[in-house]
Structure formats: structure tokens, C-alpha cells
Nanobody
């Protein structure tokens, strides 16, 4: 079993920045995929950013050039640096990890961007 605990959410004005962190209870080196998803009110959960093995990353078109995902394999965290935030970035952000054929989710952290 792997626990994922997110932190760093909050309220920010449009144009501002936030950094989300996800603390994993297992070494992030052994995770094949770590990612951030988000769910806006009344909408389906959507994939925001992915970090694969070997340092590869991928982003939703809506956040490219604004968000950066990174792993810290010393601290066993996966982070999401968010800049130039927009009201449409509002939602609950969830950490996701894939280890040895199993997927795990964090409890989510709220991000609210005011206009």
C-alpha cells in the first residue's frame, strides 16, 4: 500500500502562482508514472501533467507553458509548479502514482483562482 498526501493548495488571484507537493510513502524512483489530475465543479476529472520514468513529462494543452511537473527522488515527492493561474484552473488537484501494477490516489487539495 502506498499513501499519497498532497499539500500546497489554496486561494490565489488570477495571474498568480502556486506549488503543489505530493508526498509518497514509497520511493518515487520505483514509480513508473506519477501525475497530477484535477476535477472542477461539475466536470470530470482530467489529467493535468504526467511524469514518467526517465524524466519524460507530458501536459494537458490547457496548462502547457504554465505548469511544470517534477519529481524529487530524495524527498519522494512529485511537485506541480503552477504559474499564470487562470480562474479555469480552479478545482481539486489529485496526486496519482503507479507502482508495480497498482494505482494510488491522494485525497486531493483545493486550488481556487479568483478573477
Amino acid at each position: 500500500q502506498v499513501q499519497l498526501v498532497e499539500s500546497g493548495g489554496g486561494l490565489v488571484q488570477a495571474g498568480g502562482s502556486l506549488k503543489l507537493s505530493c508526498q509518497a510513502s514509497r520511493s518515487t524512483v520505483t514509480s513508473t508514472t506519477m501525475a497530477w489530475w484535477r476535477q472542477a465543479p461539475g466536470k470530470q476529472r482530467e489529467l493535468v501533467a504526467v511524469s514518467g520514468t526517465g524524466g519524460g513529462t507530458n501536459y494537458a494543452d490547457s496548462v502547457k507553458e504554465r505548469f511544470t511537473i517534477s519529481r524529487d527522488n530524495i524527498q519522494n515527492t512529485v511537485n506541480l509548479q503552477m504559474t499564470s493561474l487562470k480562474p479555469e484552473d480552479t478545482g481539486i488537484y489529485y496526486c496519482y502514482a503507479h507502482y508495480s501494477g497498482q494505482t494510488y490516489w491522494g485525497q486531493g487539495t483545493q486550488v481556487t483562482v479568483s478573477s
